[in-house]
């Protein structure tokens, strides 16, 4: 009865031991799994690289449009201030009011296309960067679930080792034991020949 007892739980052990051997395996696929897509999330960075340089094309873009803004605003005031002293003039001709008003209008518009540009520069640069940190947020959640498979796959692996090492702890107990009990019989067996 304790030999079929023990037949019993040394059974149970090795199903155990299976079942983890089994989860470790599922969870070793699974970290692979995860590195290879962090390697894809981080692999492409010919496209990386260009996201960024388009960030800094944007941002240049959008400096440059907003230093020349500020020069043709400069450039508006003027227009506007002579055209004003023209028209208080009593003695401009109707030529020069055209061309203080035409210098008005051509500085408006410019100015208006400028401000147009700046717009869509600035809508560019922000396409960019969203494209850059959607990128990134892909890396960086790829990253955590290896991160996440990797911790799980070292836990299982460290249950497996210390139950592996626990079984042959009480296989080498039991064989001991036989042994000594197979000495102890010798022993017996030659004293009752004696």
Request: charged share 5%.
């Given at each position: 009865n304790t030999h079929s007892d023990s037949t019993d739980a040394h059974?149970?052990?090795e199903a155990s031991l299976a079942a983890k051997q089994s989860e470790l395996q599922t969870a070793q696929t699974a970290y692979k799994d995860a590195l290879a897509a962090l390697t894809d999330a981080t692999g492409d960075s010919s496209q990386t690289t260009t996201d960024v340089a388009a960030v800094s094309?944007?941002?240049a873009a959008v400096t440059a449009l907003q230093s020349q803004?500020?020069?043709l605003q400069s450039e508006h005031a003027t227009a506007s201030a002579e055209f004003v002293s023209a028209v208080t003039n009593k003695d401009s001709t109707a030529a020069a009011?055209?061309?203080a008003e035409s210098a008005?209008?051509?500085a408006t518009s410019e100015l208006s296309s400028a401000q147009t540009a700046l717009d869509g520069a600035k809508s560019a640069?922000?396409?960019a960067q969203s494209a850059v940190d959607a990128q990134q947020a892909v890396v960086d959640a790829s990253l955590a679930d290896v991160n996440e498979k990797s911790a799980i796959y070292n836990h299982l692996k460290?249950?497996?080792d210390t139950y592996q090492a626990?079984?042959?702890a009480a296989a080498q107990k039991a064989l001991l034991g036989a042994v000594e009990a197979y000495n102890r019989a010798m022993r017996e067996w030659h004293m009752n020949l004696v």
């Open positions: 059974s149970a052990a094309d944007a941002q803004i500020a020069s009011l055209a061309a008005v209008t051509t640069q922000a396409s460290q249950v497996v626990t079984q042959t």
